[in-house]
């Protein structure tokens, strides 16, 4: 959540600064934690159906992948708490247009 230090309203347009450097790691962890755990969940999936001899090992690995796509959406969610308790002002409202 971006503070509020200018006062605005709700409906109020503001003019947003990022440190791009901020900007591109939390970006990066948004999109590729969550395709890293997909890849990696089908993989695994696949590994441990084939071991097991199940004729449809294709769609349950998919389905595991899908699973810790699920996993690592709740690893994202308390990352977001723990960054957002360093109050790290990555992004700020500059000013109210």
Same mark, same amino acid.
């Given at each position: 959540m971006i503070p509020n230090d200018l006062d605005a309203k709700v409906?109020? /347009?503001v003019e947003v600064?990022?440190?791009i450097s901020s900007l591109l790691k939390y970006? /990066?962890? &948004?999109?590729?934690?969550?395709f890293i755990f997909l890849i990696g969940g089908i993989f695994i999936g696949n590994f441990l /159906? !084939?071991?097991?001899n199940i004729? $449809? !090992?294709e769609i349950l $690995?998919? &389905?595991s992948g899908i699973v810790s796509v699920m996993? $690592?959406?709740l690893i994202l969610k308390f990352m977001d708490k723990r960054v957002e308790k !360093?109050?790290?002002?990555?992004i700020k409202a500059t000013r109210i247009l």
């Open positions: 409906g109020d /347009f600064k990022a440190e970006t /990066f962890i &948004l999109y590729m934690i969550p /159906f !084939r071991n097991v004729d $449809s !090992r $690995s998919f &389905l996993i $690592s959406l !360093r109050d790290d002002e990555a």
